[in-house]
């Protein structure tokens, strides 16, 4: 928001908390009122910084404190703001953003005081500080002082002097003299107009000082603070700001009549002339560029390309890289990269692609792509950097312009039976023109695919020696001019051959940089699955990089973290081109590696290759196993598996080695029982179960990498196994090694419960092949184990609690917890677990409720003894949740009731938002199963639990003293979202005995407005969802099926909720999307809801809350959208408008907001477009 203060007394009480961070405390002892105006005692003494605090102690006036604060120390302002001081931030922000009136120092001439007046101020001091000698260490703070003051001149002239209006008119509330002087507020505004334009000539003055832009040949430092590189170019930012805030008839005027003439007079520096061309065209992007600007960027953007951006380019490029450094910067340099940055700006504002371009410069001596092509040579990283983003934007401009061209060429083949043969074809004069760039986009790309490919031999030289950013941009320039001409090449069209750019690109993937090697895979990938010749000069490359470099196993600032990261992303999309491009030879390829390291003596670094052969597989996996025709994979992993059964177990033991080996099995584990051999996988089956059950603890932090650990890879590829092919398991061995391994943490091993419950997945889909007069004693055996350590850890965790012991009693909580998410997990995987025969559900219930029935009694104690701890209501939760699969019929009631019971007990113990969020888990999916039932009973048992945890919610808010109605739409909201979609009428009257019916639902409503403002996504979600499945909710409920004392109950209930949608809720759903508050993944479903709630509205029950929402200080698109956008919602409700148009109109208002807070937008292009979009649509 923009602040106003009405006079300096004000402003004094506003920087009184500023002035000791920023001056010191000796510097200020107190303020005292006196007479009704502000004076200050000051204690002011010299300090070690000497130059800058030059005061002595004396009691000062207020005009005196005002010189001070005002005219005497910005550098010590801007210093602090350096330091993140928030004090020195928020005093240079205020500056920024308000105007002060002093109406007191010198009385009936009232002056003002903004950023204006604080640039020239400190543009004296540091003028003064380096006349006197003394201006080392001012970069930063000119630096900070150019930035503020481009953002500043953002601001429209137009919105300065509203400002400063506003900040005489409020000062006049308070002065009432003022009123009487009509001319005194149009005379501030001259005033500070002046002081603007003022500035910006004293700024010009900077930018266009030759002496500014050389640097001391000895030092080669810069001379002065406004040398520094930065300042310069945010200096010549604020230009360009200023030129494009004060409207087009300036930018014409700064360029035509300033940047034109000064280039061809060679009167400008070049530096400072591209520099304001550049940010020019930025700014002219921008959402908040006056209308009319585009046009004009657009009338100017020949002259600009021909007398100014290439001359300056050909001439810097020319002399940028003689008599310098190899490598190293100069100032030609920075003025090339500008040039380069400068015309790809103007050419993404007019969309003009690389055919324009070159059309463009024929008409002068000027070749700009072979200008373009020679910017490669560069040693200057930011040249090259400039020229691949150049060579990007002309590329994907020229590719757009062939999409319209094809677009026209199929419109044109439709329509030409229906067009008149006479007059003019708007489509044929079309299709001509686009069809000339069609002709000459082939040829430019060759063009451009030729002069990179020569850069391969340079490419090669900076790399040996050592130039990693030389080498990086050339391999993006290169992937770049690859990406683009991929078709060409596919279609063999393509002018000239491609090989030059391949091997540079090729060149690139072997460097030892992730970076550059990431960016030339990552290109390549598109093209090598057409290409087998591509494919196989790849591969290796890419297997080689796949090895995990030794060194950074015990590294620990991150490599290890960042390697990985580029191997599971661009290594597995590079392999999988490869395997699409030479299938056989890929996998033939990983065969022989495997069978190669599995033989090899053991060294340290062979366990590391045969992991990344490992790894090259996996990649793959989940295109290989779609193949259709199996055979050859069959075959290889045949050998694969072989090899690694007969490997020393010393290899295939080291963890990366077994985790990347159980991954492996993982991930072909549907493909093994179709190999030939049974062997095969049996062979892998007994490699995951050896795996599950190795001891790794010699190997310390190997034992586990990314997000992985050989022990869950061995789980997830057990539980592959098991599911694909159950009946391989039956046999007595194989379900004696299964329960060993299940048995293992019952006899000290320790291993998670995230892999317990991965391998209890497996064994139930093995328990489940079993005839089923066998499934209950299985499933009694399988649980048996976890039920007797309840029972034994609930004992000594009673123990503990009757002694009231010092002993930690948090690993039992945890190992209860554990083991009650196994039992949940066994209920869970049995109902869920696949079969080749129909099996009906009511036997798998009548196998797991003895489980239950054996297991209840200690559940219910620990529930009763633990329910208060988190760890315990999650694991219960979990239980709950998969035991409701057993209750699908009425037939289960009282098992739902006892499920219902445990559930109501652990939230009555409940003491924390987290503890009731699993239990509401339960409530819902009850709900969700049976809330449409027409049984009192049921609908009872819901009632029922959710009063229980209304309570809960209620007792921890009053414990905790948090918001009431906000903690319990945090937490119940996704549980009332199923109530209102199953039994909206239960939910309209829920209430505890003695309340209002609809108690619950009014807590919610009251506080959704609130909710919807929330910082945490999840949080306006739900609330959303909340809101939207209420609404319908309340058109499902027919009045007319009610009898008299049900409307008696429901009609006030609804009456409450629909006036609160019409609203407060309303006025904070347009509010917050409108003026752009929310997130944007937000954006769309709020419409939605706006439109819910307006098109069964009488336009006369909203217009209130939709007025009041855009008529805030936070919508800030001005009148004209205003405008169209109330008239937009009032349609809504008297037709359905299109849902996708409001959405894209709330978008767009939305993305308008999402700009500086220089008052630009409301006058800008992007409100003209909207304006005439959106009335249009009406």
């Known amino acids: 928001m923009l602040l106003t203060y009405c006079d300096v007394a004000r402003f004094h009480k506003a920087v009184a908390d500023v002035i000791p961070s920023i001056f010191g405390n000796q510097w200020c002892q107190a303020f005292d009122a006196e007479e009704g105006r502000r004076k200050s005692r000051a204690l002011l003494r010299p300090s070690s910084e000497g130059r800058r605090n030059i005061w002595v102690g004396r009691c000062m006036s207020t005009a005196m404190l005002e010189t001070i604060l005002l005219s005497v120390r910005k550098v010590n302002a801007l210093d602090h703001a350096l330091r993140a001081d928030p004090q020195g931030l928020a005093f240079l922000e205020q500056t920024a953003s308000l105007y002060v009136l002093d109406a007191a120092s010198i009385p009936g001439h009232p002056t003002t005081y903004g950023w204006w007046n604080f640039l020239n101020d400190a543009l004296n001091e540091v003028e003064r500080y380096e006349s006197e000698g003394d201006a080392s260490n001012l970069e930063g703070h000119v630096r900070l002082l150019a930035t503020i003051t481009r953002r500043v001149a953002r601001r429209p002239p137009s919105s300065d002097r509203r400002l400063v209006k506003i900040c005489f008119a409020n000062a006049s509330m308070t002065h009432m003299n003022l009123m009487a002087n009509a001319q005194l507020s149009q005379s501030l505004v001259g005033s500070n107009d002046e002081l603007r334009e003022r500035n910006m000539g004293r700024i010009a003055a900077i930018v266009f000082d030759w002496s500014f832009h050389r640097t001391n040949s000895v030092a080669g430092l810069s001379t002065s603070a406004f040398s520094d590189p930065v300042v310069m170019e945010q200096f010549c930012g604020v230009l360009a700001c200023n030129a494009v805030s004060s409207g087009p008839t300036a930018v014409r005027h700064l360029v035509s009549d300033w940047i034109v003439p000064g280039v061809e007079s060679q009167q400008l520096p070049p530096q400072a002339v591209v520099a304001i061309i550049l940010h020019i065209s930025v700014e002219a992007r921008g959402k908040g560029c006056p209308a009319g600007t585009k046009n004009v960027i657009s009338s100017l953007f020949p002259s600009v390309c021909k007398s100014v951006i290439g001359p300056i380019l050909l001439e810097s490029l020319r002399e940028g890289d003689e008599g310098g450094i190899s490598g190293g910067e100069n100032i030609n340099h920075r003025i090339a990269a500008i040039s380069l940055r400068s015309l790809e700006s103007w050419c993404r504002a007019n969309e003009i692609g690389a055919?324009?371009?070159?059309?463009?410069?024929?008409?002068?001596?000027?070749?700009?792509?072979?200008?373009?092509?020679d910017a490669l040579y560069s040693n200057s990283e930011a040249v090259i950097d400039s020229v691949s983003e150049l060579i990007d934007t002309l590329l994907q401009l020229d590719e757009r312009e062939a999409n319209i061209s094809q677009g026209l060429s199929i419109a044109?083949?439709?329509?030409?039976?229906?067009?008149?043969?006479?007059?003019?074809?708007p489509l044929d004069i079309a299709r001509q023109i686009t069809g000339e760039n069609d002709k000459a986009r082939p040829r430019i790309l060759s063009e451009f695919v030729s002069a990179v490919g020569l850069q391969r031999f340079r490419f090669s030289e900076r790399q040996s020696k050592g130039d990693v950013s030389v080498c990086r941009c050339l391999a993006r320039t290169a992937a770049v001019v690859l990406t683009h001409s991929t078709d060409l090449m596919k279609q063999g069209t393509l002018e000239g051959s491609p090989d030059g750019l391949l091997e540079l690109l090729l060149k690139a993937v072997a460097h030892p940089s992730l970076y550059v090697c990431?960016?030339?895979?990552?290109?390549?990938t598109n093209l090598t699955s057409t290409s087998a010749e591509l494919s196989t000069k790849l591969l290796p490359l890419l297997q080689g990089k796949a090895i995990i470099p030794f060194h950074l196993i015990n590294n620990d600032d991150g490599g290890l973290e960042e390697y990985i990261n580029f191997r599971e992303r661009v290594l597995t999309d590079g392999l999988s081109g490869c395997y699409a491009g030479c299938n056989s030879f890929f996998l033939q390829s990983c065969s022989s590696a495997i069978e190669e390291f599995c033989r090899a003596s053991l060294s340290p670094h062979v366990p590391f290759q045969l992991e990344a052969a490992l790894f090259c597989m996996v990649a793959v996996a989940k295109t290989a196993v779609k193949t259709s025709d199996k055979r050859d994979l069959c075959a290889q992993l045949e050998r694969m598996i072989s090899a690694l059964a007969k490997s020393p177990s010393t290899v295939t033991s080291h963890p990366l080695a077994m985790m990347k080996a159980c991954r492996f099995v993982n991930q072909y584990a549907s493909v093994l029982p179709l190999c030939e051999t049974k062997a095969t996988f049996e062979s892998a089956s007994e490699l995951a179960i050896n795996s599950f059950n190795q001891d790794l603890s010699s190997f310390g932090s190997l034992k586990s990498i990314g997000d992985s650990s050989p022990l869950s890879e061995a789980a997830n590829a057990l539980e592959q196994l098991?599911?694909?092919?159950?009946?391989?398991?039956?046999?007595?061995?194989a379900l004696s090694a299964l329960e060993n391994a299940w048995k293992a943490p019952y006899e000290g091993k320790h291993i998670n419960v995230e892999e317990r419950e991965t391998l209890c997945s497996g064994l139930c889909a093995v328990l489940i092949s079993f005839p089923q007069d066998r499934w209950a004693?299985?499933?009694?055996?399988?649980?048996?184990?976890v039920i007797a350590c309840l029972s034994i850890v609930s004992n000594e965790a009673d123990h503990i609690l009757s002694k009231d012991s010092n002993e930690s009693f948090v690993p039992m909580l945890i190992r209860l917890s554990n083991e009650i998410r196994l039992l949940a997990a066994i209920v869970q995987h049995f109902m869920k677990a696949k079969s080749d025969k129909v099996i009906d559900n009511r036997d798998r219930r009548s196998a797991l409720i003895p489980l239950l029935h054996s297991s209840w009694p200690v559940l219910t104690h620990i529930g009763d003894k633990c329910g208060s701890h988190t760890v315990i209501t999650s694991s219960i939760g979990k239980l709950l949740t998969a035991s409701l699969l057993l209750t699908e019929s009425e037939e289960e009631s009282p098992l739902l009731d006892e499920l219902v019971t445990l559930a109501k007990t652990v939230l009555a113990k409940s003491k924390s938002p987290s503890s009731n969020t699993p239990m509401l888990t339960f409530v819902e999916k009850v709900v969700d199963q049976h809330g449409a039932e027409r049984n009192d009973t049921i609908h009872i048992m819901i009632k029922d639990l959710i009063l229980v945890a209304y309570e809960a919610i209620l007792s921890v808010a009053k414990a905790d003293g948090c918001e009431v109605p906000q903690l319990i739409a945090a937490t119940i909201f996704k549980t009332l979202s199923s109530c209102a979609k199953k039994c909206p009428l239960l939910l309209l009257t829920i209430a505890r005995e003695g309340k209002e019916p609809g108690e619950v639902i009014h807590s919610c409503i009251e506080a959704s407005p609130q909710t919807l403002k929330s910082n945490e996504p999840d949080a306006i979600t739900t609330t959303v969802s909340f809101l939207a499945m209420l609404i319908s909710a309340l058109k499902s409920i027919s009045l007319e099926s009610l009898d008299d004392g049900q409307k008696q109950v429901i009609v006030p209930v609804m009456d409450y909720i629909n006036r609160s949608f019409r609203g407060e809720i309303l006025i904070s759903l347009v509010t917050l999307s409108c003026c752009g508050i929310l997130p944007l993944d937000a954006v769309a479903d709020f419409a939605s809801l706006i439109q819910q709630i307006l098109f069964p509205s009488q336009w006369h029950d909203v217009e209130a809350s939709v007025t009041a929402a855009f008529f805030t200080n936070q919508f800030l698109l001005g009148d004209e959208?205003?405008?169209v956008a109330i008239a937009t919602f009032k349609r809504c409700t008297t037709s359905e408008y299109p849902t996708s148009a409001f959405a894209d109109m709330i978008t767009d208002m939305w993305c308008m907001h999402q700009t500086d807070d220089t008052g630009a937008i409301a006058s800008g292009e992007a409100v003209l477009q909207f304006v005439k979009k959106f009335s249009n649509e009406r």
């Open 777 to 785: 004693a299985l499933v009694d055996n399988l649980a048996r184990p």
């Open 722 to 733: 098991l599911c694909s092919s159950p009946l391989l398991f039956s046999s007595p061995a």
């Open 1121 to 1123: 959208v205003k405008t």
């Open 412 to 425: 044109q083949s439709l329509m030409s039976d229906v067009m008149s043969d006479t007059g003019a074809n």
């Open 355 to 373: 055919v324009k371009l070159q059309k463009t410069f024929n008409s002068t001596n000027i070749n700009i792509l072979v200008s373009i092509a």
């Open 518 to 524: 990431g960016i030339a895979v990552e290109a390549l």
